[in-house]
C-alpha cells in the first residue's frame, strides 16, 4: 500500500495544526488543488453543473409569478399563497428523494445521479409553460422539477468532496463553485427574465413568448444532462460493473461479497447504515452548522428568487400592470435589476469567503454572513419605496453577500476531513434534506404571511433565519479548539495504523 502524505493544515482551522493525512493530489489551472483522478474536462464540467443548476431552480423561481398572472391570469391576491403551496408540494417530494439521491450515489456514482437530474429538470420546464390548471397540472410539473433538483444540488455538495484534493485549499474550490453558482441566478435574473419579451417579437404573443423560453431552456437542461454523464468525474461507485452488480444483488436477494482487505469497499454497506450515518454525522457540531448552513441558504435562494419576483410582480398589479392577457415589461426590468445587483455584488464575495475559509475559522466566516445577511433583510422587509429605490438595491445587496456566505462556507464545512469519505453522498443527502426541510417551512409559512399580513413578510424570516445561525456559528467558534484537538489525535492513530499495514506487508 502506497504511503499518504501528509500535510499540516487543519481540515477547520488553517493556523494551528498538525498531521493531517491526505490523499494524492494534483493542481488545475494554477490555483485549485484536486484528487489526482479529477481532469480539466472533470472539472470544468462541474463547474458548469453548478452554474446550471443555481441557474434552472432560481430560472422557475423568477418567472412562476408571469405564468400564474399573465397565462393562467391568477388574481394578485392569491398568488402568495398558492406559490408557497407549490413550494410546500415540492419539498415534500424533494425531502425523501435528497436523502435517496445521496444514499444511491454512493452505490451507482456522481455523475448517473447528476444527468438524471438534470434530464428530469429539463422536461419539466418544458411542459411547465402549457398548463391550464394549478391542480394538478403545475403541480405535476413542480414535483418532476422536485425531483430533478434534488438530485441536482445534492451532487453539488457530494461531489465537490471527491474533487478537492487540498486541505488548505479546499476554499479555493468552495469559492470557485460559489461563484459560478452565483452567475447562474445572476443569469437567471437579468437575462432569461427578458428572455420571453424578447422572444415575443418572433412569437405571435407574449404567450407563445414564455412558451419558447421555457422550452429553450429546458431543452439545454436536457442536453446537459446527456453531457454529463460522459463528462463528469468518475466519483463513487460511477463504473457500470458497480451499478450491475448492486442491481443483482438485489434482485437475487444475496449479499455483496465484502473484501476484507480494502477499507473503501463499499459493496457491504447497506443503505439505511448510509442513512444512518448522514444523520449521526450532526453530533459534530461543525457538521450540524453545516446542516443549518443548508437550512439558512436554501430557504434564501427560494424566498430570494420567488418573493422577490412576486413582489415586484404585485407592486406593479397594484398601479393595473400585469394582470391577465397584459404585459408585464416593467415589472420584469425591475426584477432583473434589484436580482442583478444582489446576485451580481455576492459574486465579487465568493473568492473572499472562499479565501476567509483558508484563513480564518469557517465557524467565525459563517458568524459575518449571517449578520451581513440580516442587515440586509429585515429592513428590506418593511419598505414602502418602489422597487428601483436606490435603498433597496442595498438591503439586497447585503442580502445577498450573506446568502452567498452561507453557500460557500456551508459546502466547505460539510466536506470536511472529519466525514467518512465512504458516506460523503449520505452526508451530502441530509445536508439537502435540511435545505428541503427549510424551503417547506419557510415557503409556505412566506406565502402565507405574504397574504395574509404584508409582502415583506418572507424576508423578515430570512432576517430570523440569519440571526439564527449567526449565533449558533458563534458557539461553533468556542468549541471548534477542543474538536481540532481531536481530530488530530484521531489523524496520528490512522497514520500509525497505515504505517503498521505498510511495515506487515513488507515483512511478508
Known amino acids: 500500500m502506497a504511503a499518504r502524505d501528509v500535510d499540516s493544515i487543519d481540515p477547520e482551522s488553517s493556523t494551528d495544526s498538525r498531521s493531517v493525512i491526505r490523499p494524492p493530489s494534483r493542481r488545475l489551472f494554477y490555483v485549485f488543488i484536486v484528487n489526482e483522478n479529477i481532469g480539466y474536462l472533470n472539472f470544468c464540467s462541474y463547474l458548469i453543473a453548478c452554474f446550471a443548476t443555481i441557474l434552472l431552480v432560481a430560472y422557475l423561481g423568477v418567472v412562476q409569478p408571469f405564468i400564474l398572472t399573465v397565462i393562467l391570469g391568477i388574481p394578485g391576491n392569491t398568488t402568495g399563497n398558492i406559490t408557497g403551496s407549490l413550494a410546500l408540494y415540492d419539498e415534500i417530494i424533494a425531502l425523501p428523494f435528497t436523502l435517496i439521491w445521496g444514499i ?23 411542459a411547465y409553460p402549457y398548463v391550464n390548471n394549478i391542480y394538478p397540472q403545475m403541480l405535476l410539473c413542480r414535483l418532476l422539477f422536485s425531483v430533478g433538483s434534488s438530485a441536482a444540488t445534492c451532487m453539488m455538495t457530494g461531489t465537490m468532496s471527491d474533487i478537492a484534493g487540498g486541505l488548505h485549499e479546499r476554499g479555493r474550490v468552495s469559492g470557485a463553485v460559489g461563484l459560478f453558482a452565483g452567475v447562474g441566478g445572476l443569469v437567471a435574473g437579468m437575462v432569461l427574465t427578458k428572455v420571453p419579451y424578447q422572444l415575443t417579437r418572433i412569437a405571435k404573443s407574449e404567450v ?19 453531457i454529463f454523464i460522459f463528462s463528469m468525474p ?43 450515518y448522514g444523520i449521526i454525522a450532526g453530533r459534530d457540531p461543525r457538521v450540524a452548522l453545516a446542516y443549518m448552513s443548508s437550512f439558512v441558504s436554501r430557504a434564501d435562494t427560494v424566498l430570494f428568487t420567488s418573493f422577490m419576483s412576486l413582489w415586484v410582480v404585485q407592486h406593479f398589479a397594484d398601479l393595473g400592470y400585469c394582470r391577465g392577457g397584459n404585459t408585464c415589461y416593467v415589472a420584469a426590468g425591475d426584477t432583473h435589476t434589484l436580482t442583478g445587483y444582489g446576485q451580481g455584488i455576492a459574486l465579487a464575495f465568493a473568492p473572499i469567503y472562499g479565501y476567509a475559509g483558508e484563513r480564518f475559522r469557517k465557524s467565525s466566516v459563517l458568524a459575518f454572513a449571517g449578520l451581513v445577511g440580516a442587515i440586509g433583510s429585515i429592513p428590506f422587509a418593511f419598505t414602502k419605496l418602489p422597487p428601483a429605490d436606490p435603498s433597496n438595491f442595498a438591503f439586497i445587496t447585503l442580502t445577498g453577500i ?107
Open 234 to 276: 468518475r466519483t463513487g461507485r460511477g463504473d457500470a460493473k458497480g451499478v450491475t452488480a448492486w442491481a443483482k444483488s438485489l434482485i437475487s436477494c444475496n449479499k455483496p461479497q465484502v473484501n476484507g482487505t480494502d477499507p473503501d469497499s463499499q459493496d457491504s454497506i447497506s443503505p439505511w447504515r448510509m442513512l444512518k
Open 208 to 226: 407563445e413568448g414564455i412558451q419558447l423560453s421555457y422550452g429553450i431552456v429546458g431543452g439545454c437542461a436536457v442536453a446537459l444532462g446527456a
Open 104 to 126: 444511491l450515489s454512493d452505490r451507482v456514482g456522481r455523475r448517473p445521479v447528476y444527468s438524471i437530474g438534470f434530464i428530469c429538470l429539463g422536461c419539466s420546464l418544458i
Open 402 to 508: 450573506g446568502q452567498m456566505g452561507m453557500i460557500v462556507t456551508g459546502m466547505t464545512l460539510v466536506n470536511g476531513l472529519n466525514v467518512d469519505p465512504k458516506y460523503r453522498g449520505s452526508v451530502a443527502g441530509v445536508f439537502s434534506f435540511t435545505g428541503a426541510v427549510s424551503i417547506m417551512i419557510m415557503a409556505r409559512l412566506g406565502g402565507y404571511l405574504f397574504d395574509a399580513w404584508m409582502r415583506g413578510a418572507p424576508f423578515v424570516l430570512m432576517g430570523i433565519a440569519h440571526l439564527v445561525i449567526m449565533v449558533m456559528s458563534v458557539y461553533v467558534s468556542f468549541v471548534t479548539p477542543r474538536l481540532e484537538r481531536e481530530d488530530r489525535k484521531r489523524q496520528i492513530e490512522e497514520l500509525q495504523r497505515i504505517k503498521d499495514m505498510e511495515l506487515e506487508t513488507t515483512e511478508k
